[in-house]
């Protein structure tokens, strides 16, 4: 999960199996392996598995974390209402 919009594209390269080039392997920030210690809030297809999250300064060096990413972005299952 990109943190990022230049982390996510980064990530999705390395998803994809692409190589990255040297200056976009620069601007990597940070690399970060998350772990649900209750894996049964995390939807079904991945529940267990790390989240990986990622991220990387644009080409003009600048950095832009979106924390909005983590709350919508998340593998989390979403609380039902209850009736």
């Known amino acids: 999960m990109g943190l990022d919009a230049d982390g996510t594209r980064i990530g999705d390269r390395l998803w994809n199996g692409d190589e990255l080039d040297e200056a976009t392997a620069r601007r990597l920030v940070a690399l970060y392996r998350l772990t649900f210690r209750d894996p049964s809030v995390m939807?079904?297809?991945i529940a267990?598995?790390?989240v990986y999250l990622i991220?990387?300064?644009t080409p003009e060096l600048t950095l832009r974390m979106?924390?909005?990413n983590l709350v919508v972005g998340l593998p989390v299952r979403q609380l039902e209402a209850v009736s």
Do not use: I, T
Request: charged share 35%; proline share 17%.
């Open 66 to 68: 979106k924390p909005q």
């Open 48 to 50: 267990g598995e790390p």
């Open 55 to 57: 991220l990387a300064m």
């Open 43 to 45: 939807v079904d297809d």
